[in-house]
């Protein structure tokens, strides 16, 4: 049998070393896939969440028989077991007969706010 290696001798330490470092890292990779996808899950909830608080608060006004005031006003408003800032900003229209409301939502920090306007019957 000539020198070198044959069938029956296996793999080496170092061949072994390596083959382990190589699924490591392809664990590691899988891991960190996974957080990333889950902290997106929880950042889409959060804006959608935070998208019809923005709603429900648009319709609040839309209904209101009263006309809210002009000018910018903030708060802060539980919905779905979490709370968020809102901020409301009311100008004149073109037409002196309506207002536009605009509602802004903040999700979280970092994230865009969640906005909706729409314009309503200033009397």
């Known amino acids: 049998m ?14 072994m ?19 990333v996808s889950v ?7 959060a804006r959608l969440i ?3 608080t923005a709603r429900n608060l648009a319709y609040e006004r839309l209904t209101d028989p009263t006309p809210p005031a002009k ?8 919905n779905a077991g979490r709370e968020f800032r809102w901020k409301q900003v009311v100008t004149p229209a073109d037409d002196r007969r309506l ?8 999700a979280g920090a970092g994230q865009s706010p969640a906005v909706v306007s729409l314009m309503r019957p200033a009397t």
């Open 50 to 52: 935070a998208q019809v």
């Open 2 to 15: 000539p020198e070198g290696r044959s069938a029956e001798h296996g793999f080496t330490l170092l061949e």
């Open 99 to 106: 207002v536009m409301v605009t509602v802004m939502v903040q």
């Open 71 to 78: 000018g910018e006003s903030e708060g802060r408003i539980a």
């Open 39 to 45: 902290r997106t899950a929880s950042d889409l909830d």
């Open 17 to 35: 070393l390596v083959a382990l470092a190589i699924f490591s890292l392809a664990g590691l990779a899988l891991v960190r896939l996974q957080a």
